[in-house]
């Protein structure tokens, strides 16, 4: 076990240098994440729309804020698995297999540094909020970014799934990532109540787990701890967490 | 160091079944440079990757330094270094924390690693990149980072697949003179595959030569030479009836392989061309045959594979092509 945990903190080490050494890129990853903040959300504000929560402009962006950092784990692990997917076909991970590094250590090292990079956007995108008129909870918020690490942890691991299967041409990869994650983003209610759609729309959006774990999310930002939907949306982001980490790990296990 | 047996690879595409590596057996010993030689396509790298635990066989077994490939891979993994055909270091990172980190994959200290790190930046002449990022070096620096990664832990036994492709004629000799020096100094085994066989014929103690998957010859580059090419010896007469003249006696001379004639010029092969030209020369002269010019040529390891196989190995132009003069072939 020692080894697995020093396995990893290399791996960990290696992807988050260069997050260090330019942290910018980080800054720029997070573009459209406040885009949709900045614009949409102060769209959403002006209109005075009813969003299931009561009323005030406060009360719209404590509603839209957890959104948009679901949203940005969900575009955040995309682009670390198109990195592991430039790899795979490049000789860099075949390098790291050849060596005695434990195989699962490549993808917590991995998973942890998208983790850790989800976290430092998540505090940017909540410092920005404030100023536009956010009223901010702080166990809440804190509460929120766990869930969210646990949802991160899990899509990270299922991109580099991804990525491993699609390889060599990548074609899955870009299929999947470029069909699947706008109806799982509109269908999850990020960007407005999935209830102000027809009942089909709801249904559907019933099956999507993102569904759960964004209202488990704005629940707990606004410090609603005990609201049911905390544990239907914790449940969900275990769920996307064990699976993609047994997935991804038995991958990487297999040999690429 | 290094057995390979019926070692066998096949891959699916679609519904084609690709036989990569067919039946390749040989040995590396403790300390020796053995060259895997072969056209694109051969399975070279197949070959190498499933005895550095990289790709399972399909069939056969492997050993490095007495643990099975297959069975024992974390062991294996300890023992070897790798330098892939690809390029090694991430388009996001510095060389020297690339190395680093490479280091720390073996079980080094952080220092260390560093320590080693820059070392082996210094030893392949590129420390000054250290800082730099691969997508910021030329194709020849890169693959001296790629060498340098395979290099960083002090590997027992080294594959190196096609290391001084792109490499210009200074650094081969450079990166040469460096594997040389390790194996001197650390009894590094290294098995490589390339196509300069120049550098193959000169550097490597050992030659396997393979084609479509199979190992179609194994020994001392002299020892192909001699037993599957000889020697090659030409004269050229001052008319055609001297020419066929001097065929004639060729062919009543022992040792004498293979007879050819093109105008006035006979080709001969033979085993050992330095005795058979002042005999052959003096008969000549005997028989009245005017000779205008005379010559003989090593034999090259393309010609020890076009007699195995019909085909040339070397492109024509190819760069690394042998610099011996090249009379006009029979
Ligand atoms: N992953 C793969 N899937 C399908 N076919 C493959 C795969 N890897 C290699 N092959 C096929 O196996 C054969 C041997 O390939 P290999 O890479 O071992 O050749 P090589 O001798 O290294 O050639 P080169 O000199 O071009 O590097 C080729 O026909 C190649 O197309
Ligand atoms: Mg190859």
Redesign the interface.
């Known amino acids: 076990m020692p080894k697995l945990l020093q ?1 990893t903190a ?1 791996v960990f ?2 992807e988050i ?2 997050e260090l ?1 330019s942290p910018v890129g980080m800054v720029f990853a997070m573009g459209q994440p406040v885009l949709f903040l900045v614009l949409f959300g102060s769209m959403l504000v002006g209109t005075d729309a009813d969003l299931g929560t009561g009323t005030g402009t406060a009360d719209v962006w404590q509603w839209f804020v957890p959104g948009i950092l679901v949203m940005m784990c969900l575009m955040g692990p995309l682009g670390a698995g198109h ?1 592991m997917l ?2 795979l076909n ?3 991970v ?8 434990s195989r699962t250590s490549l993808i917590l090292g991995r998973t942890g540094k998208d983790t850790v990079t989800l976290f430092a956007q998540a505090i940017l995108i909540t410092a920005i909020a404030v100023p536009l008129g956010m009223r901010f909870h702080l166990p809440g918020a804190l509460a929120t970014m766990v869930l969210l690490v646990v949802m991160a942890v899990g899509l990270s691991a299922l991109s580099y799934v991804l990525a491993i299967i699609s390889r060599p041409s990548g074609n899955l990869f870009w299929i999947v990532t470029q069909v699947l994650i706008f109806p799982v983003m509109l269908l999850s209610g990020i960007l407005l109540p999935v209830d102000a759609g027809p009942g089909w729309l709801s249904a559907v959006a019933t099956t999507n787990p993102v569904t759960y774990i964004v209202d488990a999310a704005r629940a707990l930002f606004v410090g609603d701890f005990l609201d049911p939907a905390v544990f239907h949306g914790l449940v969900a982001a275990t769920a996307i967490a064990v699976l993609g980490l047994i997935l991804a790990t038995r991958a990487m296990r297999r ?1 690429v | 160091m290094i057995r390979a047996e019926g070692l066998r690879r096949t891959f699916t595409a679609g519904k084609e079944t690709i036989e990569a590596v067919r039946d390749v057996s040989f040995e590396v010993a403790a300390g020796e440079l053995l060259a895997l030689l072969g056209p694109n396509g051969a399975g070279k790298s197949t070959t190498m990757r499933m005895l550095t635990t990289l790709l399972p066989p399909t069939a056969g077994s492997a050993h490095i330094a007495g643990f099975d490939v297959a069975r024992e891979p974390g062991l294996v993994r300890e023992v070897i270094g790798y330098v892939g055909q690809r390029n090694a270091a991430g388009e996001n990172h510095r060389i020297r924390d690339e190395l680093a980190i490479q280091g720390r994959c073996y079980g080094l200290r952080l220092r260390e690693a560093r320590r080693r790190a820059d070392e082996v930046l210094e030893l392949l002449g590129i420390g000054e990149l250290a800082g730099r990022l691969p997508g910021t070096l030329s194709g020849g620096q890169r693959r001296r980072v790629d060498i340098a990664l395979g290099l960083v832990h002090g590997p027992r036994v080294l594959f190196l697949d096609e290391p001084s492709a792109g490499l210009d004629p200074h650094s081969r000799a450079g990166l040469w003179e460096q594997l040389q020096r390790l194996r001197r100094e650390q009894g590094l085994t290294i098995l490589l595959t390339t196509h300069y066989l120049d550098e193959a014929d000169q550097m490597a103690e050992r030659i396997v030569i393979v084609d479509q998957g199979r190992v179609i010859a194994n020994g001392t580059a002299d020892v192909l030479k001699a037993d599957l090419a000889g020697d090659r010896l030409y004269v050229t007469t001052s008319d055609t009836d001297g020419a066929r003249a001097a065929a004639a006696l060729a062919r009543r001379m022992a040792g004498i392989v293979e007879v050819t004639t093109e105008d006035r010029t006979v080709g001969l092969r033979c085993a050992d061309a330095d005795a058979v030209l002042p005999a052959y020369l003096r008969l000549l002269h005997h028989a009245s045959v005017t000779v205008t010019r005379a010559g003989l040529r090593r034999p090259s390891l393309d010609d020890v594979f076009i007699n195995l196989t019909g085909r040339r190995l070397e492109q024509p132009g190819d760069p690394s092509g042998n610099s011996i003069e090249e009379p006009t072939h029979a």
């Open positions: 396995d290399t080490c290696r240098t260069p050494r990195t430039s790899e490049g000789g860099q075949e390098r790291f297999l050849v060596t005695p590094i040999g």
